[in-house]
């Protein structure tokens, strides 16, 4: 029934999809990556479990596991025996992950109080602040991601709810994909009210040198204009509309994040204390980067991946996918983001790399 039918994606061509299927023995240069904490160990496993039966078994990708505190050996054994391929650990090097000693304290403890008050999710949290600044500059450099192309970052608690139809890994490599995604959605503004003001001061600074507007996806994250009939939902007090790629999920060349412009894109940033005097998100960070500095193209939308991480979910709409790939959710059901105001996939289509037909004036 179902070989010869064609998969629900104008993101990139079928024949990368079907050239794949069956060479399972043919691994790409890259690992599976979670950053966790030992008493997260049961949701590890879950999540380990769920892409596991989904995908990894056929292929035996390693698996990294990177902590700032020592993992425990019962870790170590539970997410061993898990795994289909190699697991490995490191312990973050403390000046990756600590705050720096330039960040002033009295400012830092009066944010952390007043974004309690405000009642900010993680918002009166240090180690949260610890991992998002981590998560938006230091990973790629930790020494045990050095022999890697390409990571694909899992968090616990987290399920894929179909069957891969590719190697994702594959895909990127094949297409020349930077960067993949499967949700996205608007950040709460709150969180990073001076972030937009520091990506410009960045453009003004270094002159756009880095930047090639003609061929990136800027117009995704400032664009404020219709889409389809309706304008988005989400007022912002910037010239960013706060649109980002949900990075619990993500898939990405640690050689773009390991390029000097990525860096100097980090630098600058962190440079203004927002991950702390705020509590700048790895994932507008990591979203505001690669819609600068990358071609729209070489980020993909994995429309054929279903995925939930609490609260949002995201199933493929294509009846005869969800069959084939032996889906466990319902594209229609309220939990699935993409129909959702708060989803920024229609400003995707449309400024971004996919759905071609939204691009042009009907
Ligand atoms: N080792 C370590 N990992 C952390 C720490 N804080 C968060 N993480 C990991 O970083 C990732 C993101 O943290 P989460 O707590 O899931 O943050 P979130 O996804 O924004 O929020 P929820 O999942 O809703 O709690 C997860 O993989 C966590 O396990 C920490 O202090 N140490
Ligand atoms: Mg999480």
Known sequence: MNQTLKLSSNTYNDEPLNKTKGIENQ??????????????????????????DRFNKNYQYDWTFLNDVPFDQEFIEATTAMASGRTQYALIPAEDWNRPSWINETLFEEALQL???????????????NMCRFNSGFFFRQKILDPYDFYFRVEPDVEYFCDFPYDP???MRQNNKKYGFVITMYEYEDTIPSLWEAVEEYLEETESADVDMESNAFGFVSNFDFIGKSFGVIDSNSGYNLCHFWTNFEIGDLNFF??????????????????YYERWGDAPVHSIAASLLLKK?????FDELGYKHMPFGTCPSAYYLRLQQRCLCDSNHPDNIDLNVISCLRRWWKDGSGKYF?????
């Open 27 to 52: 691994r790409e240069n890259a690992t599976l990556l979670m950053l966790v904490r030992n008493w997260e160990l049961s949701g590890a496993l879950r999540s380990m479990r769920s892409l596991e």
């Open 115 to 129: 974004m309690e008050e405000k009642n900010i999710l993680y918002g009166g949290s240090k180690s949260y602040r």
């Open 169 to 171: 890994f594959k895909v």
């Open 258 to 275: 390991r390029s000097e412009k990525y860096i100097r894109f980090f630098e600058y940033l962190d440079s203004k204390g927002g991950f």
């Open 297 to 301: 193209d070489e980020i993909i939308h």
């Open 358 to 362: 939204l691009k042009h004036d009907s």
